[in-house]
């Protein structure tokens, strides 16, 4: 039955959260919230709009885990403990069938990492989810994307262009849907929160990888103004994306794809070894290549110079 | 020239704001702000969808100032004093002939209330636009819809109806656009921030009127399990609508009318001249009724029960 909008975010998004440190949650004007004294606070906001971020027809379960998952990569890229969310859903309709799940997967994510949701607010238009996100950091240990020098060594977590080749293969009409694993690590990308809080006061520099590997670490040596040689043939590439593609397309999938949310980072040599092992415990990091003082992403292969294929990916280009 | 989405944010939105509790702005993966010690944070989100929230063709200008002040509203309703802003923009292009004078509204409503917008994010998509906000308040000061009792003083501030009355001129084509008063009060509305304010501690329940008095009357007294007693003949009608509209048509607006973001508050009745007093320096506050045990809102004119017009704007009504 459709509802009206005064009810659909008490009725769907109104769950307790049991964090204490909630004064006031959905319901008022605004939420009451109570910050530890000597953290910062850290905000971010990100939407997603269908035929977009979104095919038309993605199982509303995994629009409610992205919409949050987007922005808790942004906390765990901040070294940031994720506390609170703010949800703004402009819907063509109000039916449960759509709201039901996607308020279990908002959720699902939600209680996973402790997040409570504090507000929101539900308009009729087009299909658009727009999520803000709040946490903690110490303002000192906070990562940030400038920091990085010369001589540092440049990581990559886990295993980017995963989530490209799926939506690829859901564009293609290859992929059977989330039984398939790179359909899954798509629409289900975890954000990697507990190696943003391993790398707090140890990474120089981190950000998490939204457009693309290349074009994410030419914004990250752009913020701390130095650059870095990438080393083509030392990228991640999983088992299932090998198994799937020839070596030039997952080259390209791991370089310009988007949407795995992995965290890319740099560390001080001499730190380098230390934060590897304590990561592994969490999921495999790879070195990648190094910064340098001259501007610019240098790509080599095996020792050779060779030209960066890839882009960003750019919603007004 | 159409921009990418890289540059949108940092080009259009990352002014200075001379605050320092910015610890980092627009730029990062997230924002890192400074909380003052004991106080709450307070955090509201809201979207206006064109087509719905503004007239396509609206001047840019209006939107960017509705956005924030819709927010601000909801900041106001709390007691709180504003800080910090996040904007997400999706945008069907990128042109400057939009996003110039946009940003113009926005920050001239931000700068007179000392807000920084700390962060967002930028995509293609249908014109809809959110911002998150996020502000101080003593948490025993807060303002909350709970909290009104029976024989509280019921008020409203300042002229609400005629935004309602702007927009209507505005669809009939009798608008001449931003030279008639009612269209600014629609297009222009002002956060009654510093009302807010002078209400902490002192107002015993508040709202803002965002989906018309009588329908936003009804939450307020549903939050605080009380009614109320509403006395129509002295709602207060401004002088520019009584002189446009015949009385029960004025008597609508102010009922049912959104968009002025008036504040609806409650006042223990041995305060209430001091409140009425010390507000009449920043804007009139009208008496308009008085709280009751019984749930419900009765109308009364003249002293005799009548019944109650007007609902609340429903979206998915």
Chains 1, 2 share one sequence.
Request: charge should be negative; include cysteine; hydrophobic fraction near 45%.
């Amino acid at each position: 039955m459709p509802l009206g909008e005064f009810d659909l975010i008490e009725r769907y998004f109104s769950r307790g959260s049991g964090r204490s440190d909630v004064l006031l949650g959905v319901g008022d004007d605004a939420a009451l919230l109570e910050v530890p004294a000597g953290r910062a606070l850290v905000a971010a906001v990100d939407t997603l709009v269908e035929g977009r971020h979104f095919l038309p027809g993605a199982p509303p379960e995994s629009i409610g885990h992205q919409a949050l998952a987007v922005n808790l990569s942004d906390l765990a890229a901040m070294g940031a403990d994720p506390a609170w969310a703010l949800l703004s859903l402009s819907l063509p309709d109000s039916g449960d069938a759509w709201l039901q799940p996607f308020a279990a997967g908002l959720y699902a994510l939600a209680e996973r990492h402790g997040v409570a949701l504090v507000g929101g607010d539900t308009v009729r238009g087009p299909r658009v989810v727009t999520v803000a996100v709040m946490g903690f950091v110490e303002p000192g240990l906070a990562l940030r994307r400038a920091g990085a020098q010369p001589g540092d060594v440049l990581f990559i977590s886990g295993w980017p262009g995963e989530a490209a080749a799926g939506l690829d293969a859901l564009r293609g009409g290859a992929a059977r849907g989330d039984d398939d694993p790179l359909v899954r690590r798509y629409r289900y990308a975890e954000p990697r929160l507990a190696l943003g809080r391993l790398l707090r006061g140890r990474a120089s520099a981190a950000m998490d990888v939204s457009d693309g590997l290349l074009g994410d670490l030419r914004k990250l040596c752009a913020a701390s103004a130095v650059g870095a040689r990438l080393a083509l043939d030392r990228l991640p590439v999983s088992t299932e994306l090998a198994r799937r593609h020839e070596a030039k397309a997952c080259e390209q999938f791991v370089l310009s794809g988007g949407d795995d949310y992995e965290l890319l980072f740099t560390v001080p040599a001499d730190r380098a070894a230390g934060v590897e092992n304590d990561a592994a415990r969490l999921l495999p990091v790879h070195r990648i290549g190094v910064i340098e003082a001259a501007a610019g992403v240098r790509c080599e292969r095996d020792g050779r110079e060779e030209q960066c294929g890839g882009a960003g990916y750019d919603h007004f280009a």
